[in-house]
């Protein structure tokens, strides 16, 4: 595991509480990573299509597809016992209910990267609805086509997905696009670039 990834994105993640890396909150990184590693149960479920379905033939998904030769539709977890941990920690531990959920989302991301690796080559980013002015809404067309019951995830009639510790995105099959400023279809409007800073998933200018 590339730890240090895994951190960088976890501060991407706090910084929008505005807590600075110090080493009081490094300690309680590493004691709720060490925590979230024991009772997360990663899960990930797929769905390829050659052509892609209906949804994704409207802005900005078509921009996002362009000259792709297939898509993946998916959704991931880490299950309801870390929900249940935040949950618990909001009760006893404000400070640690923030810095675990900054973990779990992290941790979520970093699993799902790591896995989309073996799904083949030449796959871009993971773009997830509820991103650059797609409508959280599409969420439902994923979870018709993929039926992501089968690992544990819902979807309720706000578009919540549960366990909260849930993710669904779209892979863009033939492009290699990577996670950068460059290519992020938000850049015009984003707050990190604003500061002259890069977002948790954007190693490249």
């Known amino acids: 595991m590339n ?11 706090l910084g929008f509480h505005s807590l600075q890396k110090n080493a009081e909150t490094d300690k309680l990184i590493a004691q709720c990573l060490d925590e979230l590693k024991g009772i997360a149960h990663f899960r990930y479920t797929y769905k390829y299509f050659q052509t892609p379905p209906e949804f994704l033939t409207h802005s900005p998904y078509k921009e996002y597809l362009k000259g792709c030769s ?6 991931m977890t880490l299950g309801a016992e870390a929900d249940a941990k935040i949950k618990f920690y909001s009760r006893t531990d404000a400070a640690k209910a ?6 779990a989302s992290a941790y979520l991301e970093y699993l799902s990267d790591e896995y989309e690796k073996g799904l083949g080559d030449n796959l871009s980013y993971r773009f997830c609805p509820g991103y650059g002015g797609s409508d959280v809404c599409d969420l439902k067309f994923i ?3 993929v039926k992501p019951e089968k690992i544990g995830v819902t979807l309720n009639s706000s578009n919540y997905m549960l366990p909260s510790k ?8 033939g492009v290699g ?10 850049s015009a409007h984003c707050e990190y670039l604003k500061r002259g800073e890069k977002c948790y998933g954007s190693e490249k200018r």
């Open 166 to 173: 849930s993710m669904a995105g779209i892979i863009a099959v």
């Open 70 to 75: 297939g898509v993946f539709l998916s959704v």
């Open 98 to 103: 923030l810095v675990f959920d900054a973990c």
């Open 177 to 186: 696009a990577e996670k950068s400023c460059k290519s992020c279809v938000i």
């Open 3 to 13: 730890t240090s990834k895994l951190i960088k994105q976890i501060y991407a993640y």
């Open 143 to 145: 979870f018709g086509l």
